[in-house]
């Protein structure tokens, strides 16, 4: 079978392999059977190895040196590129994360393939779905030139396992000087949370104006943590400093897709719209009964946020 | 410091975009066409740079003729000349073809900092940075929230999510920037007027030195093979809160098996 190859997205400091990952390690079995790719600093293939294995991946490529988490971008893409070109995978997947669609352009450019970014699904003959203009739009395509390298949305697929061998092969990596121009010299942690990712929940309760107050997102938060799920907020309501940026959704914000999206006093606008539209299961709570929101939603509630959601949060809670 | 902003025109977010049935690329004639509201933040950005550092600020643009319009916005914010890509063999190119005329356009102008938006509104890629970095062999700063400039090295602070990476790079180095970077200007009467008589150079495919055959949608390395409306969501339910609000959001989310 022809071998595709996955690069590994992997948390930070030794906290194992992403869910993105999984899903592009399932997503790639369309295709032929995936081998994953692990770029990082020593020692970091030991500890995801298994559950790369348990997910599919026939081969774990390892590719460690100590520099490579000093420079942006540059160097995964150049390791990358040289794997492709001594394996001649079928394709190539790369979760799409900001930095995995950058991987996937300069790839592109290194080996002159077509590349396809935030595709929801890989068909079998190689075809890709993508979800166009704020999702609503759905494409079909196809890379036309040299290997399909895809990046894959994060929560468009189910990853499941499909116990493979997981042979580790070392890779040689020398990094050129011009990989080395851009120099990482700090990450910086701002907000710490205990709540999932806000691009890999699968429940995301997002506010907007219409909570009204930075203090009252308290509910917001209190419904999400009932749910276990991840926070969001509306343009407006970041502009109007209720909500840090990092957690606004829709067309300048992230794009979300998760199983269920409460969209809790936002009104819908189409840039909004944007970034959830895709989301399995829609619900909002609006005092406003003409709201566009409720177009898309499953389930709607005409009211006002302040009772109904706490009162729903107490219901949540003490259901478990 | 002499500064190029990169600026695309795209179909205005807020009213409804399409494909065009003919080719499957997008219906630009039709639709309601504006700067990329991206590229505002970094055509102030450069305009900051240039304050402090003095300097021109160079827009460049590869796109048809409707897209005068965005350069003269960049203009009249205070841009000083701007460089306009258009030949009709470019229709329908992608990405990976787009980035191969933005170098060769970006080689014959000098620059020591390039700017762009961080991400197009159309195809919301945010590639083109990485993309200019490979092909030029410049350092990529992308996704910045803040730009320091400081004796031949720029330094960003990358939005993540959480936070932030502090990436330095020494120039001439390619920075794209979000909407948490700064708050754009809005041009001023004086500045409507004044971009009326700024230079616009055109250039075609043959100035550059770019083989037509190479671009556009017939040697384009992707292609939309169809497409279709998202399908309509059956309509939902719609229950005004009587007390019972919460009640039946929660027998809902219990119907479907999530609490
Ligand atoms: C280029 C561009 C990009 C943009 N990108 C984004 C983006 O990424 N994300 C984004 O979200 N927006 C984006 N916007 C902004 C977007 O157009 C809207 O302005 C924004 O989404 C509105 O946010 P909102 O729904 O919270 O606020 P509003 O539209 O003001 O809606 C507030 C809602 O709350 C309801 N409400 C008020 N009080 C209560 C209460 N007590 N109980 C229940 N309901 C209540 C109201 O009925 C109303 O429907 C963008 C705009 C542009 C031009
Ligand atoms: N045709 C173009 N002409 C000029 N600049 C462009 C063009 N396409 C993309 N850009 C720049 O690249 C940025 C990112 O675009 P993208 O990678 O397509 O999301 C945009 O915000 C623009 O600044």
Redesign the pocket.
């Known amino acids: 079978m022809a071998e595709v190859l996955v690069l590994a997205e992997l948390n930070p400091a030794g906290g194992g392999v992403r869910k993105t990952t999984l899903e592009a390690l399932t997503a790639a079995r369309a295709l032929g059977e995936p081998s994953a790719v692990v770029i990082g600093a020593p020692g970091t293939a030991a500890g995801v190895k298994d559950a790369l294995a348990e997910y599919g991946a026939a081969t774990v490529y390892v590719a460690e040196t100590p520099e490579i988490d000093d420079y942006l971008v540059a160097p995964k893409a150049e390791v990358l590129a040289s794997l492709v070109q001594e394996k001649s995978p079928a394709a190539v997947v790369v979760p799409s994360s900001p930095e995995g669609k950058e991987i996937a352009a300069r790839v592109a450019v290194k080996i002159g393939s077509g590349f396809l970014t935030d595709v929801t699904e890989i068909a079998a003959d190689g075809t890709a779905t993508q979800v166009a203009f704020a999702g609503a739009t759905i494409v079909h395509s196809k890379v036309t030139a040299g290997i399909p390298i895809y990046t894959l949305r994060g929560n468009s697929v189910t990853p499941e396992p499909a116990p493979a061998a997981g042979t580790e092969q070392q890779v040689t990596v020398s990094l050129s000087d011009s990989a080395k121009l851009a120099r990482v010299v700090d990450r910086v942690v701002e907000q710490k949370s205990s709540r999932p990712e806000l691009t890999e929940a699968s429940i995301v309760v997002s506010g907007?104006?219409?909570v009204?107050s930075a203090e009252n997102f308290s509910i917001i938060e209190a419904l999400a943590d009932s749910l276990g799920a991840a926070v969001g907020a509306?343009?407006?309501?970041v502009d109007s400093g209720f909500y840090p940026h990092s957690f606004?959704?829709?067309?300048?914000?992230k794009t979300v897709s998760p199983q269920l999206y409460v969209a809790?006093?936002?009104?819908?606008?189409?840039?909004?719209r944007?970034?959830m539209q895709t989301s399995k299961t829609i619900v909002a709570?609006?005092?406003?009964p003409e709201?566009p929101?409720f177009e898309l939603a499953d389930f709607g509630v005409v009211?006002?946020?302040?009772t109904v959601v706490p009162a729903a949060t107490e219901q949540i809670t003490a259901r478990k | 410091m002499n500064i190029v902003v990169l600026v695309k025109q795209v179909p205005d977010?807020?009213s409804e975009r399409k494909l065009d049935p003919a080719d499957n690329t997008v219906a630009r004639a039709s639709s309601d066409n504006v700067i990329n509201?991206m590229d505002e933040y970094a055509i102030e950005e450069a305009l900051t740079v240039k304050e402090a550092h003095g300097g021109e600020v160079t827009v460049l643009t590869v796109g048809p003729d409707t897209a005068t319009d965005a350069i003269r916005k960049a203009l009249s914010m205070g841009a000083d000349k701007a460089v306009h890509v258009v030949d009709e063999a470019l229709h329908g190119s992608d990405a990976v073809q787009t980035s191969a005329v933005l170098a060769a356009a970006l080689s014959q102008l000098e620059y020591d900092l390039v700017l762009c938006g961080a991400e197009a509104?159309d195809s919301q890629m945010s590639v083109m940075p990485a993309l200019l970095s490979e092909r030029l062999g410049i350092p990529q700063l992308s996704g910045a929230r803040k730009l320091t400039v400081e004796g031949g090295t720029a330094r960003i602070e990358r939005q993540t999510d959480g936070g932030y990476w502090a990436v330095e790079a020494p120039l001439p180095a390619i920075v794209s920037t979000w909407d948490t970077i700064n708050e754009p200007r809005y041009p001023s009467f004086k500045g409507i007027m004044a971009a009326k008589k700024k230079p616009v150079e055109t250039r075609s495919l043959g100035d550059l030195g770019v083989d037509p055959s190479t671009v556009g949608l017939a040697a384009a390395t992707t292609q939309v093979l169809d497409f279709a409306g998202r399908p309509p969501k059956g309509e939902g339910v719609k229950v005004p809160d009587e007390g019972d609000g919460a009640q039946k959001f929660v027998e809902f989310l219990a119907s479907q098996k999530i609490v």
């Not at chain 1, 606004?248 to 914000?253: A, E, L, P, R």
């Not at chain 1, 809790?264 to 909004?272: E, F, K, M, T, Y």
């Open positions: 907007g104006r219409g009204a509306s343009r407006a309501a606004q959704v829709g067309q300048t914000g809790v006093g936002i009104s819908g606008a189409i840039q909004h944007a970034g709570i609006n005092k406003d709201a929101i009211g006002d946020l302040n | 977010s807020g509201e509104t």
